[in-house]
């Protein structure tokens, strides 16, 4: 009788993984090359608040399991690309981009992630990487924004707006 529940319960969660997981695969865009939603690195979860040098307004930002303040990020499939955005013509390519100006790439970088336009024509979008900070004599945990090949830091952001300088 044990070995007959055991089995039957087995069952139901086998179905109930390939059903919501058929479910999630569904609910990505169709056609632009998207492998897979991107997860964020759990440490950059959170509301930030920063000010970029010369500003004097405290800016915010807001990172999930899969966004940055909205923007959901996914992993770009390189076979898909190299096949229908780098070798195609160049009003192909035009028209891509422009079906897919909403759509963000994000990949693993360090303890953090960048993000970037689905297709990266200059620049090397934004980095979000975890950090620690000297704060009042205190270690608090931070995070680092930072612009460009480099990556050169914009500004430090911390989880309350008191600790932002």
Do not use: C
Not at 4 to 29: C, D, E, Q, R
Not at 148 to 163: E, I, M, Q, S
Request: positive net charge.
């Amino acid at each position: 009788m044990k070995k007959k529940l055991l089995l039957f319960v087995s069952f139901l969660a086998g179905l109930l993984f390939l059903v919501s997981t058929s479910t999630y695969a569904s609910k990505l865009p169709k056609g632009y090359g998207i492998a897979k939603t991107f997860t964020t690195p759990k440490a950059t979860r959170g509301t930030w608040y920063y000010r970029e040098k010369g500003d004097k307004t405290i800016s915010k930002v807001k990172i999930t399991a899969h966004s940055v303040d909205g923007k959901k990020l996914y992993v770009p499939s390189q076979k898909f690309f190299e096949k229908n955005v780098y070798n195609v013509s160049a009003k192909k390519r035009n028209q891509f981009i422009k079906k897919t100006e909403n759509i963000y790439a994000a990949a693993n970088y360090k303890k953090g992630f960048n993000v970037n336009n689905w297709v990266n024509l200059a620049g090397d979008g934004e980095y979000y990487i975890p950090v620690t900070r000297t704060v009042n004599g205190k270690k608090v945990k931070a995070l680092r924004i930072a612009t460009g090949a480099g990556p050169y830091t914009a500004a430090y952001a911390y989880k309350t707006k008191a600790l932002v300088k």
